[in-house]
C-alpha cells in the first residue's frame, strides 16, 4: 500500500503533457521587470537607481525585515527605471526594470556544471547565511523566505527534513524534471539544507504518477542512509505541507500550528536545488524551471527562465498563444492564478504557465447546493465548507472562527467536486478575509 | 487579440465533470434494475404507475415555477424525475391514475416547492407523498396485487396481502413465526428475486442491490447509510429473535421483506435530506433501523420504513450541528 494522507483530497486528472520534455534553456528577452516583492513578507527595497549598470547577480533589492528576501539582477543591463507595473498577483508592485545589455556575470559566481559534494566546509551558520544572501524562497509556490524555515526556533527540534517532490498541481511538471536532470544537485541541496536546519533525517516525497524519478532518486540515495525516498498514492493536494508531513511520517501538525511543532521542515524539491546552487556555486536565485502547458499548446515544455522575463516569451517559445485561449494560469490548475495580461514577469514563484481553452475556462453553472456532503468528504483539513460557505454569506464571523476557517488552506478541492457549481472556496476566502480583519483590528 | 479577452477568475480553474443533473440521471439508471422486474412481475401496470408519476411530478414542478415562483424553469435537472419514480416505487401497481396524481402534488407541492425547491427540503418529497396517500387512501394504498410473472394483460388481478403482514397478524393472533413461515407461499429466495407481493419497486432485494451498488460506484451515495441502516435491523431483530423465535420474525425475513431495501439504497440515501458527515449517517441510518423494527414490531403498521426515514429526516439538521468531522490537527487529548 502506497503511502497518503487519509483525510479528503480529490483526482483531477493529471495532464502532465509536459513530462520528460527536457529543461530549455530561454533566450535573454531584451528587458526584464523584476518585482520588489516576490515573497511572502515585507517587500525588498531598491538599492539600484535608474541608470546604474547592473550584472547578473548582483543585488538590487535588499531584504527588508525578518520575512523577506533579497532581490538580484538576473540579466546584465541598464536599470532603465523603477516603476509599479502589474504583476501575478493582479496588483501594481513595485519592480526595477533593466534593459538587457550583453550576459555578464559577477565573477564569483561559479558557472561550470561540475558537481561539488562536500558540505563539510560550511557551518549550520554559514548555509543559512548563504541562503539568506541569495534569496532563495520556498520555490513550490508559497515563497516563504527559505532562511527563516532552517532557522529553528528556541526549544524546538526538527528531526525530520522532507523534500517536497510531490507535484500534485495537474499539468505541472518543472519539479519532475529538474529531478531528472539534476538528482545529484538535488540529494547535495538537500543534504544543505538538512545540516543547516539539524535534521536526522531526509523524505523525499514522490507521488507515484512519476516512477522514473522515484527510480532515480533512489539510486541517488542509496549510498546516504539517513535518506529515504518514499513514494505517494497520487492524490490531490499531497503537496501541501500539513497533508505531506502526514502522509510520509504520520504527524499531525496542530491547527494553527507549524510544521516544526511536529519537529518537520518541508522544502520543495525546486528551493533544494537552488540552495545547492547559492551555497555551492555562489549563484544568487536569479532563474528558475517553468512549465508552460495546456491542451492547446503546441508545444508543451519546460524552460529554465530568468526572473523578470515576460509571459509572452515563454509562451512565444512554446508554440504561440493558441486561437482558443480563454484563461492564462499562472502556476496549477488548482491553486494558481489566473492573469489579465501577457506583460508580467516570470517570478520566483512561478513554477506554471497554463493556458486554459475558452471552453474549458468559464465556471459551471451553479444550482442549489443539494446537501450531497461531497464538499465535506474531500477537505482535506476536516472543515464543512457548505457550512463555511453560507456563514460567510451572513457574516457569522465568530461562529466561522469556531468552524476553523482559518485552517483553510485553498487547495479548492471543495469547489473542485461541487455538482452544484457552487464557488465554495470563494466564499471561505470571503469569510476569512473578513474574520482576520476583525481579529486584526481586536488586537490593536 | 485574445489577450483583450482573457477571463480572470479565482482558483479552481478544473472542475470535476459532475453535476446535479448526472447525479439525478444515475439515479434514475440505478432504480432501472428495480424497474424490469417489477415489469416481470406486475406486468405494464408497473410501467402505467411509473410514467404517470413522473409526468405528474414534471407537471406540477414545472406549473409551481412558472405560474406561482415565477422563476427559474429547472424540470430538465432530473430530480423531479427521481421524485416520481421514488413515489411510483413506493405505491402497488394497481393504484389508481388519480390517487398517483394526488401523491404527486403532495410529493413536489408540498414536500418540495414549498420549501423553495431542489435543495432546501427537508423532508425526502417522494415519502411525503407515499405516507399521505397512505394515510388518506389506506384501502387502496394496501391492496396489493398478486405477482403474475409476464401477465401483459391489463386485467384486474387478484390482491392478497404482503408477506410482513401476514406474519404480523398472525403473531397477534398467537401463531408461531415458523408455522407461518412454512404456510406462506413465498419462500426466502423468491422474496430476494421480488415474487412477493408489495409497493412496485420495493420487492427485488437483488435489484436495489445492484442498483445501490452502481450508485456507490458513481459516487453518487456511500456505504455509511445503506450499511447502517441494514446491519442495525438485522442486529436488532436477531437479538429479537433469539429471545424468542416463536414470537418475532427473524433478521433475514426484515431485511428481504417490506421496503427496507428500497428504503436503505434509495430513499435515505436522499442527499438532500440526510446528515453531511459519515459519523452523522451512521448515527442518522442507526436511528432508522431502530425506528423501523419498532413499529414493524410493536406499531400499528406493518411496516415502518417510510416513517422511520421522515422521522429521522427531521434529526438531521440537529445530527448536522453537533455531528463535526474529525478536523485534521485538531489536538487529541491523552
Same mark, same amino acid.
Given at each position: 500500500?502506497?503511502?497518503?494522507?487519509?483525510?479528503?483530497?480529490?483526482?483531477?486528472?493529471?495532464?502532465k503533457?509536459?513530462?520528460?520534455?527536457s529543461?530549455?534553456?530561454?533566450?535573454?528577452?531584451?528587458?526584464?521587470?523584476?518585482?520588489?516583492?516576490?515573497?511572502l513578507?515585507a517587500?525588498?527595497?531598491?538599492?539600484?537607481?535608474?541608470?546604474?549598470?547592473?550584472?547578473?547577480?548582483?543585488?538590487i533589492?535588499?531584504?527588508?525585515?525578518?520575512?523577506?528576501?533579497?532581490?538580484?539582477?538576473?540579466?546584465?543591463?541598464?536599470?532603465?527605471?523603477?516603476?509599479?507595473?502589474?504583476?501575478?498577483?493582479?496588483?501594481?508592485?513595485?519592480?526595477?526594470?533593466?534593459?538587457?545589455?550583453?550576459?555578464?556575470?559577477?565573477?564569483?559566481?561559479?558557472?561550470?556544471?561540475?558537481?561539488?559534494?562536500?558540505?563539510?566546509?560550511?557551518?549550520?551558520?554559514?548555509?543559512?547565511?548563504?541562503v539568506?544572501?541569495?534569496?532563495?524562497?520556498?520555490?513550490?509556490?508559497?515563497?516563504?523566505?527559505?532562511?527563516?524555515?532552517?532557522?529553528?526556533?528556541?526549544?524546538?527540534?526538527?528531526?525530520?527534513?522532507i523534500?517536497n517532490?510531490v507535484?500534485?498541481?495537474?499539468?505541472?511538471?518543472s519539479d519532475?524534471?529538474l529531478m531528472?536532470?539534476?538528482?545529484?544537485e538535488?540529494?547535495?541541496?538537500?543534504?544543505?539544507l538538512?545540516?543547516?536546519?539539524g535534521?536526522?533525517?531526509?523524505?523525499?516525497?514522490?507521488?507515484?504518477n512519476?516512477?522514473?524519478?522515484?527510480?532515480?532518486?533512489k539510486?541517488?540515495?542509496?549510498k546516504?542512509?539517513?535518506?529515504?525516498?518514499?513514494?505517494?498514492?497520487?492524490?490531490?493536494p499531497?503537496?501541501?505541507?500539513?497533508?505531506?508531513?502526514?502522509?510520509?511520517?504520520?504527524?499531525?501538525?496542530?491547527?494553527?500550528?507549524?510544521?516544526?511543532?511536529?519537529?518537520c521542515?518541508?522544502?520543495?524539491?525546486?528551493?533544494?536545488?537552488?540552495?545547492?546552487?547559492?551555497?555551492?556555486?555562489?549563484k544568487?536565485?536569479?532563474?528558475?524551471?517553468?512549465?508552460v502547458?495546456?491542451?492547446?499548446v503546441?508545444?508543451?515544455?519546460?524552460?529554465?527562465?530568468?526572473?523578470?522575463?515576460?509571459?509572452?516569451?515563454l509562451?512565444?517559445?512554446?508554440g504561440?498563444?493558441?486561437?482558443?485561449?480563454?484563461?492564462?494560469?499562472?502556476?496549477?490548475?488548482?491553486?494558481?492564478k489566473?492573469?489579465?495580461?501577457?506583460?508580467?514577469?516570470?517570478?520566483k514563484?512561478?513554477?506554471?504557465?497554463?493556458?486554459?481553452?475558452?471552453?474549458?475556462?468559464k465556471?459551471?453553472?451553479?444550482?442549489?447546493?443539494?446537501?450531497?456532503?461531497?464538499?465535506?468528504?474531500?477537505?482535506?483539513?476536516?472543515?464543512?465548507?457548505y457550512?463555511?460557505?453560507?456563514?460567510?454569506?451572513?457574516?457569522?464571523?465568530?461562529?466561522?472562527?469556531?468552524?476553523?476557517?482559518?485552517?483553510?488552506?485553498?487547495?479548492?478541492?471543495?469547489?473542485?467536486?461541487?455538482?452544484a457549481?457552487?464557488?465554495?472556496l470563494?466564499?471561505?476566502?470571503?469569510?476569512?478575509?473578513?474574520?482576520?480583519?476583525?481579529?486584526?483590528?481586536?488586537?490593536? | 487579440?485574445?489577450q483583450?479577452?482573457?477571463?480572470?477568475?479565482?482558483?479552481p480553474?478544473?472542475?470535476?465533470?459532475?453535476?446535479?443533473?448526472?447525479i439525478?440521471?444515475?439515479? &434514475?439508471?440505478? %432504480?432501472?434494475?428495480?424497474? #424490469?422486474?417489477?415489469?416481470? *412481475?406486475?406486468?405494464?401496470?408497473?410501467? $402505467? !404507475?411509473? +410514467?404517470?408519476?413522473?409526468?405528474?411530478?414534471?407537471?406540477?414542478?414545472?406549473?409551481?415555477?412558472?405560474?406561482?415562483?415565477?422563476?427559474?424553469?429547472?424540470?430538465?435537472?432530473?430530480?423531479?424525475?427521481?421524485?416520481?419514480?421514488?413515489?411510483?416505487?413506493?405505491?402497488?401497481?394497481?393504484?389508481?391514475w388519480?390517487?398517483?396524481?394526488?401523491?404527486?402534488?403532495?410529493?413536489i407541492? &408540498?414536500?418540495? %416547492?414549498?420549501?423553495?425547491? #431542489?435543495?432546501?427540503?427537508? *423532508?425526502?418529497?417522494?415519502?411525503?407523498? $407515499? !405516507?399521505? +396517500?397512505l394515510?388518506?387512501?389506506?384501502?387502496?394504498?394496501?391492496?396489493?396485487?398478486?405477482?403474475?410473472?409476464?401477465n401483459?394483460?391489463?386485467?384486474?388481478?387478484?390482491?392478497?396481502?404482503?408477506?410482513?403482514?401476514?406474519?404480523?397478524?398472525?403473531?397477534?393472533?398467537?401463531?408461531?413465526?415458523?408455522?407461518?413461515?412454512?404456510?406462506l407461499?413465498?419462500?426466502?429466495?423468491?422474496?430476494?428475486?421480488?415474487?412477493?407481493?408489495?409497493? #412496485?419497486?420495493?420487492i427485488?432485494?437483488?435489484?436495489?442491490?445492484?442498483?445501490?451498488l452502481?450508485?456507490?460506484?458513481?459516487?453518487?451515495?456511500?456505504?455509511?447509510?445503506?450499511?447502517?441502516?441494514?446491519?442495525?435491523?438485522?442486529?436488532?431483530?436477531?437479538?429479537?429473535?433469539?429471545i424468542?423465535?416463536?414470537?418475532?420474525?427473524?433478521?433475514?425475513?426484515?431485511?428481504?421483506?417490506?421496503?427496507?431495501?428500497?428504503?436503505?439504497?434509495?430513499?435515505?440515501?436522499?442527499?438532500?435530506?440526510?446528515?453531511?458527515?459519515?459519523?452523522?449517517?451512521?448515527?442518522?441510518?442507526?436511528?432508522?433501523?431502530?425506528?423501523?423494527?419498532?413499529?414493524?414490531?410493536?406499531g400499528a403498521?406493518?411496516?415502518?420504513?417510510?416513517?422511520?426515514?421522515?422521522?429521522?429526516?427531521?434529526?438531521t439538521p440537529?445530527?448536522?450541528?453537533?455531528?463535526?468531522?474529525?478536523?485534521?490537527?485538531?489536538?487529541?487529548k491523552?
Amino acid at each position: 500500500m502506497l503511502k497518503t494522507f487519509p483525510k479528503g483530497g480529490v483526482h483531477p486528472h493529471e495532464n502532465k503533457f509536459s513530462a520528460g520534455k527536457s529543461i530549455e534553456t530561454i533566450e535573454l528577452p531584451k528587458q526584464v521587470s523584476i518585482p520588489v516583492s516576490q515573497h511572502l513578507g515585507a517587500p525588498a527595497q531598491p538599492v539600484v537607481n535608474k541608470g546604474d549598470e547592473v550584472k547578473v547577480g548582483q543585488l538590487i533589492a535588499k531584504s527588508a525585515g525578518f520575512i523577506s528576501a533579497n532581490i538580484h539582477s538576473s540579466v546584465s543591463g541598464k536599470v532603465s527605471k523603477i516603476e509599479k507595473i502589474l504583476d501575478s498577483t493582479g496588483y501594481k508592485q513595485t519592480a526595477i526594470i533593466i534593459d538587457v545589455e550583453g550576459d555578464e556575470w559577477l565573477p564569483e559566481i561559479d558557472r561550470s556544471t561540475e558537481l561539488v559534494e562536500d558540505i563539510e566546509k560550511f557551518t549550520a551558520e554559514e548555509i543559512r547565511a548563504k541562503v539568506a544572501e541569495a534569496g532563495i524562497v520556498g520555490l513550490g509556490g508559497a515563497t516563504f523566505p527559505t532562511n527563516v524555515k532552517i532557522s529553528i526556533p528556541q526549544g524546538k527540534v526538527c528531526e525530520n527534513l522532507i523534500i517536497n517532490a510531490v507535484e500534485c498541481e495537474p499539468y505541472l511538471t518543472s519539479d519532475h524534471q529538474l529531478m531528472l536532470e539534476k538528482s545529484d544537485e538535488i540529494i547535495v541541496g538537500a543534504r544543505l539544507l538538512q545540516k543547516a536546519a539539524g535534521a536526522k533525517k531526509i523524505y523525499i516525497g514522490i507521488e507515484n504518477n512519476k516512477p522514473d524519478a522515484i527510480e532515480l532518486m533512489k539510486k541517488k540515495a542509496a549510498k546516504y542512509q539517513y535518506i529515504e525516498v518514499v513514494a505517494l498514492k497520487v492524490k490531490y493536494p499531497q503537496g501541501g505541507e500539513k497533508q505531506l508531513i502526514k502522509a510520509v511520517v504520520n504527524r499531525e501538525v496542530p491547527s494553527g500550528g507549524l510544521p516544526v511543532d511536529v519537529g518537520c521542515v518541508v522544502q520543495n524539491v525546486g528551493t533544494a536545488y537552488a540552495v545547492y546552487e547559492a551555497v555551492q556555486k555562489n549563484k544568487p536565485l536569479i532563474e528558475r524551471v517553468v512549465t508552460v502547458t495546456g491542451k492547446s499548446v503546441s508545444k508543451p515544455s519546460n524552460f529554465l527562465v530568468r526572473i523578470g522575463t515576460p509571459v509572452s516569451n515563454l509562451i512565444e517559445k512554446a508554440g504561440g498563444l493558441p486561437e482558443d485561449t480563454g484563461k492564462i494560469v499562472n502556476g496549477g490548475p488548482m491553486m494558481g492564478k489566473a492573469v489579465k495580461d501577457l506583460s508580467i514577469p516570470v517570478t520566483k514563484g512561478t513554477s506554471g504557465i497554463l493556458i486554459i481553452k475558452s471552453d474549458e475556462a468559464k465556471r459551471p453553472k451553479t444550482y442549489n447546493c443539494i446537501r450531497c456532503a461531497r464538499c465535506v468528504f474531500v477537505c482535506p483539513m476536516g472543515l464543512e465548507p457548505y457550512l463555511i460557505k453560507n456563514m460567510a454569506t451572513v457574516g457569522m464571523y465568530e461562529e466561522l472562527q469556531n468552524e476553523r476557517v482559518l485552517d483553510c488552506m485553498e487547495c479548492g478541492s471543495c469547489s473542485y467536486g461541487c455538482p452544484a457549481g457552487v464557488p465554495l472556496l470563494d466564499y471561505i476566502r470571503l469569510g476569512k478575509t473578513n474574520l482576520n480583519k476583525i481579529l486584526r483590528s481586536k488586537k490593536s | 487579440m485574445a489577450q483583450n479577452k482573457l477571463i480572470v477568475s479565482l482558483s479552481p480553474h478544473d472542475h470535476a465533470k459532475d453535476s446535479v443533473s448526472k447525479i439525478m440521471f444515475g439515479v &434514475v439508471i440505478a %432504480m432501472i434494475p428495480a424497474l #424490469l422486474v417489477s415489469v416481470y *412481475f406486475f406486468g405494464l401496470d408497473a410501467i $402505467r !404507475v411509473n +410514467l404517470i408519476a413522473i409526468a405528474a411530478c414534471i407537471f406540477f414542478e414545472w406549473i409551481i415555477q412558472k405560474f406561482l415562483l415565477k422563476g427559474e424553469v429547472t424540470i430538465t435537472d432530473g430530480s423531479a424525475i427521481v421524485t416520481g419514480m421514488l413515489l411510483a416505487f413506493n405505491v402497488p401497481s394497481n393504484l389508481p391514475w388519480w390517487i398517483i396524481v394526488i401523491g404527486a402534488i403532495v410529493s413536489i407541492g &408540498v414536500g418540495k %416547492m414549498s420549501f423553495g425547491g #431542489l435543495g432546501n427540503n427537508p *423532508f425526502n418529497p417522494a415519502l411525503v407523498g $407515499r !405516507v399521505f +396517500l397512505l394515510i388518506s387512501f389506506p384501502v387502496q394504498m394496501t391492496s396489493w396485487p398478486k405477482v403474475q410473472v409476464l401477465n401483459f394483460a391489463m386485467t384486474d388481478a387478484q390482491t392478497g396481502a404482503t408477506p410482513l403482514a401476514i406474519v404480523k397478524e398472525g403473531i397477534k393472533n398467537g401463531e408461531s413465526f415458523s408455522s407461518i413461515i412454512n404456510n406462506l407461499p413465498t419462500s426466502y429466495s423468491d422474496m430476494f428475486f421480488g415474487q412477493m407481493g408489495g409497493s #412496485l419497486g420495493e420487492i427485488s432485494a437483488i435489484a436495489l442491490i445492484i442498483g445501490g451498488l452502481y450508485m456507490l460506484y458513481r459516487k453518487i451515495i456511500t456505504w455509511h447509510i445503506p450499511v447502517s441502516i441494514i446491519a442495525t435491523v438485522a442486529i436488532f431483530t436477531g437479538i429479537l429473535y433469539g429471545i424468542n423465535p416463536d414470537k418475532y420474525a427473524d433478521p433475514l425475513f426484515h431485511l428481504l421483506t417490506g421496503g427496507l431495501m428500497l428504503g436503505a439504497i434509495f430513499m435515505a440515501t436522499d442527499m438532500v435530506t440526510s446528515p453531511m458527515t459519515s459519523k452523522g449517517m451512521i448515527i442518522y441510518g442507526v436511528g432508522i433501523g431502530v425506528i423501523t423494527v419498532l413499529i414493524r414490531v410493536w406499531g400499528a403498521y406493518p411496516e415502518g420504513v417510510s416513517f422511520a426515514i421522515l422521522i429521522m429526516n427531521a434529526f438531521t439538521p440537529l445530527i448536522n450541528y453537533y455531528i463535526k468531522p474529525k478536523r485534521f490537527g485538531e489536538i487529541v487529548k491523552k
